[in-house]
């Protein structure tokens, strides 16, 4: 009798097992190999579009900042960070809001608007349009200034596989475990795949965007300026000599944002630094890192959703490779207020391209996006002892710095990083130095 009830008992939870499959640990390397997304191969020949180098008979430009994906997003591995940082400026607004730059090029004679992004290349004054002075330089009336390094993209395909709800959770359990100190920021920002839908943002400084598809859009056409089927519309229409859209499918029916989005899905995490973290210093540093209370922006682990779960707004489905997997970023990917803000809002026109400025999106809100003007990304500190700059505006050269900036929201959690002991400081460096 007694078996039977037990080997019933086992029989059920089995059962329940088999409906919760157990969460693994998504892969992390740096070693240029697919996550399981697609096979090598495939992945191979995304990534060789990712480094593509585009010429002007390409579509490039003709207000760029770099010919390949591959120049700012390199190190250690393709897909990774490198030390280019890109400069957007602004000023505020009579009524005390951000306001997009109005910058005048071609001697005056045109003005570009909408967008936040100074592009630092144009490819005229040319052989065909000798009299053309394309180069944006900033004007005295944009006083709000600042710049951005480009970020890693290893292991983005977890984050976006991440639930909205998850996002939301976070923040709101932040906001009640600090008393209302810390509360990340939730920003709703569109999927250009689905038009009129939105998603919770988590990459960019900003948050800007919520899709991988979205965001390799976005880049294509404000990086290198190629315009997509996501978004169509050059920036100007000075010196441009290709035809639009200057992306168009293959023959297997994907454009080369889609490879793009695709290359980085397939990526894997941005792995430890096993042996050092193995030091019983850095085990100590990383006790200490929670014990202050880093953990609560920082946040050690997510999870994605289970397989099969439509996100994106529906379009994009979470694969197998990238189903019920943990990471660990090492941020919370919401918006916090530590004190570094630079003041810029996200540009509608610019991110999701014009004609998203006349379209309604599901719980979209202008308001949002000027409440975040002087709020951060915590950035995620996987893959940090591969940065030699730090901060969004690359400007700490060490740790150290880095950490002491923090003010605002996190100004408690600076303070008892400044009361522990020279050797428990050391300790909590040494740990960061193992991600
Ligand atoms: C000139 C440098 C430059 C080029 C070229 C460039 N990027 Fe970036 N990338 C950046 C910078 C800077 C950021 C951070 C931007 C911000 O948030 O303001 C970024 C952020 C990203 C992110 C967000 C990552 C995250 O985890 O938040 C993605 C995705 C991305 N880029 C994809 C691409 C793709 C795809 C291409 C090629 C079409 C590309 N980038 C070309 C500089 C560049
Ligand atoms: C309130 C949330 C919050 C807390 C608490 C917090 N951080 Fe941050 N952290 C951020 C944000 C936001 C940024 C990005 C700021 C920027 O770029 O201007 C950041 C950036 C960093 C960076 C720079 C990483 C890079 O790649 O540029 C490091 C290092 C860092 N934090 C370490 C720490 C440590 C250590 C602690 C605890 C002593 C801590 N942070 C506490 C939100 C937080």
Not at 24 to 41: K, R
Not at 84 to 94: M, Q
Not at 141 to 152: K, M, Q, V
Request: hydrophobic share 35%; glycine share 8%; proline share 5%.
């Amino acid at each position: 009798m007694k078996t039977t009830v037990l080997m019933g008992m086992v029989i059920i939870l089995s059962g329940a097992l088999a409906l919760f499959p157990q969460n693994t640990d998504a892969p992390a390397a740096f070693d240029g190999q697919t996550n399981g997304l697609v096979d090598q191969a495939t992945h191979a020949a995304d990534q060789d579009t990712f480094e593509e180098v585009e010429e002007i008979s390409d579509g490039l430009g003709p207000l760029y900042n770099a010919q390949s994906c591959r120049e700012c997003h390199q190190s250690p591995a393709s897909g990774g960070i490198s030390q280019i940082a890109e400069l957007r400026v602004g000023h505020w607004g009579a009524n005390g809001q951000f306001e997009n730059p109005s910058i005048p090029i071609n001697d005056g004679k045109a003005v570009i608007t909408g967008r936040t992004l100074v592009n630092l290349r144009a490819i005229c004054p040319n052989a065909a349009f000798p009299d053309i002075e394309l180069q944006e330089r900033v004007p005295n009336s944009e006083n709000i200034r600042t710049d951005r390094l480009s970020l890693s993209l290893l292991g983005d395909g977890f984050v976006e596989a991440v639930p909205d709800q998850a996002l939301l959770d976070l923040a709101r359990g932040q906001c009640r475990s600090t008393l209302g100190r810390i509360c990340g920021q939730v920003l709703y920002v569109p999927i250009l795949e689905a038009p009129g839908k939105t998603g919770v943002g988590r990459f960019g400084w900003k948050d800007q965007h919520a899709s991988l598809l979205s965001f390799s859009a976005d880049a294509y056409l404000n990086e290198m300026g190629i315009t997509n089927k996501l978004i169509p519309d050059e920036v100007t229409l000075l010196c441009n000599t290709v035809s639009e859209p200057n992306n168009t499918p293959d023959s297997d029916g994907l454009e080369d944002t889609d490879h793009f989005a695709r290359f980085v899905r397939a990526t894997k995490a941005p792995p430890r630094d096993t042996a050092l973290a193995k030091t019983a210093e850095s085990q100590e540093g990383s006790k200490l890192f929670d014990k202050i209370g880093c953990d609560t922006c920082h946040v050690r682990t997510l999870l994605t959703a289970p397989a099969g779960t439509a996100v994106n707004g529906g379009a994009f489905t979470v694969p197998d490779a990238l189903g019920s997997k943990q990471f660990h970023p090492f941020g919370d990917f919401l918006l916090h207020d530590v004190g570094t803000g630079d003041g810029i809002a996200v540009a509608m026109a610019e991110h999701y391209g014009k004609a998203a400025t006349t379209r309604t999106w599901m719980k979209f809100s202008y308001q949002d996006l000027q409440t975040a003007a002087n709020k951060v990304r915590t950035a995620p500190l996987w893959g940090v002892r591969t940065h030699s700059r730090l901060m969004h505006d690359g400007a700490s050269l060490t740790l150290t710095n880095a950490i002491r900036r923090h003010q605002g929201e996190a100004r408690r959690v600076t303070e008892k990083f400044r009361r522990l002991k020279p050797e428990q400081r050391e300790a909590l460096l040494t740990f960061l130095k193992s991600l």
